[in-house]
């Protein structure tokens, strides 16, 4: 466990409030509806160079590009696409005219994106971060956190969809 985070008293309440929140929300399977949409249809970031980012997304990780399109929002925008498989994509935007900061976390904002790939793929992905000296932290055995090329927060996890670590989420 780490040992960022609040202790004492402060760690105290917030596990008991937690532990309501399970109380009240969290039902066992057989109790709980299924959810009524058919999944995410894509996150969208915004990107401050649009050849680097697919050459990270489709060249190194190995999702492919789908689809680049003017963004019907902004005029000279690129709205572009990779599969992650599934049925899932990800999402981009160039904001050209549009200053823009550095990546930072924000209160509503992405912690990280979580993409789900077979071990296989991971360990090769792995080899791939390796080789163009990508730094990431390899966390529980089956995740890897690193940075995209404007310093999106990604994970890279071989589990199975539904199970984080051994434990069952669904």
Do not use: C
């Amino acid at each position: 466990m780490t040992e960022h985070g609040v202790q004492g008293q402060e760690l105290e309440r917030l596990t008991t409030r937690r532990r309501e929140l399970i109380a009240e929300y969290v039902k066992p399977r057989s109790e709980r509806p299924a959810g009524t949409s058919r999944g995410v249809h894509h996150v969208a970031l915004i990107s401050s160079d649009v050849e680097r980012t697919i050459q990270f997304y489709d060249g190194l990780l190995g999702f492919p590009v789908l689809e680049i399109y003017e963004n019907r929002d902004y005029r000279g925008s690129s709205h572009f696409f990779f599969d992650l498989g599934n049925g899932n994509t990800l999402a981009y935007f160039d904001l050209p005219g549009v200053p823009l900061g550095e990546y930072q976390e924000v209160l509503g904002g992405i912690h990280h994106i979580a993409i789900a790939i077979a071990p296989e793929q991971w360990e090769a992905a792995r080899q791939r971060l390796d080789a163009a000296g990508v730094e990431y932290m390899h966390e529980s055995g089956s995740s890897l956190y690193f940075r995209g090329p404007d310093g999106e927060r990604l994970e890279l996890i071989s589990d199975p969809l539904m199970t984080m670590y051994g434990l069952d989420i669904g």
